[in-house]
């Protein structure tokens, strides 16, 4: 529609997803407890940033906590107990 302020935005992708591929993150005795202050509540990416200065790895924290995290973003909230791998692990785990 020529009234949406989208409508001459180039595109140059296809519309399709990638595949999915689910990286795990494994415990280290390193990872902190952190109670989720309220600045990050349902804002991984947030946290990611301050973290690892890249909040592209808000992911993070969900894979590294899946017994008390279903959504990596809705299960983020105030008060809520999660551990945080440090940087250089995370680092380590991706192979960066």
Same mark, same amino acid.
């Given at each position: 529609?020529?009234?949406?302020?989208?409508?001459?935005?180039?595109?140059?992708?296809?519309?399709?997803?990638?595949?999915? =591929? &689910?990286? /795990?993150?494994?415990?280290?005795?390193? +990872?902190? %407890?952190? =109670? &989720?202050? /309220?600045?990050?509540?349902?804002?991984? +990416?947030? %946290?990611?940033?301050?973290?690892?200065?890249?909040?592209?790895?808000?992911?993070?924290?969900?894979?590294?906590?899946?017994?008390?995290?279903?959504?990596?973003?809705?299960?983020?909230?105030?008060?809520?107990?999660?551990?945080?791998?440090?940087?250089?692990?995370?680092?380590?785990?991706?192979?960066?």
């Amino acid at each position: 529609m020529s009234s949406s302020p989208y409508s001459k935005t180039n595109t140059t992708f296809d519309n399709t997803l990638d595949i999915l =591929t &689910i990286r /795990p993150v494994p415990a280290f005795s390193s +990872d902190a %407890l952190y =109670t &989720i202050e /309220p600045q990050y509540h349902q804002r991984p +990416d947030l %946290l990611a940033f301050d973290l690892y200065k890249d909040s592209r790895l808000w992911w993070i924290f969900a894979q590294r906590n899946l017994d008390v995290m279903e959504d990596p973003i809705y299960d983020l909230t105030a008060g809520k107990q999660i551990y945080l791998p440090q940087a250089d692990k995370v680092k380590e785990t991706l192979g960066d």
